[in-house]
């Protein structure tokens, strides 16, 4: 499997991540960021436990993390292959 450059498969990469989404194309770039909430979700948690420091807070934030973790351990367990574009 040849793996062709992000240029020439027209694909610009997120710059604060590596998702990739079609230059131009605005729905992409949207979705690119949708799939960092994750991410902004566990740092508002941190900044939420580091100033109020709430067990209840602190629960929250471990079932964010075990949802995750369970998510990526399926992932990994199933691996179903992604599927082709057939032009």
Do not use: W
Request: aromatic residues 10%; hydrophobic residues 45%; neutral net charge.
């Amino acid at each position: 499997m040849t793996i062709a450059p992000l240029d020439a498969a027209g694909l610009k990469p997120f710059s604060y991540t590596y998702f990739v989404y079609h230059e131009g194309d605005n729905l992409g770039k949207l979705m690119a960021l949708v799939s960092l909430t994750p991410v902004f979700i566990m740092v508002s948690y941190a900044t939420l436990v580091a100033t109020r420091r709430d067990v209840y807070l602190v629960a929250i934030c471990l079932g964010q993390l075990v949802g995750e973790g369970v998510g990526a351990a399926l992932k990994e367990y199933i691996r179903d292959p992604r599927p082709t574009r057939e032009s």
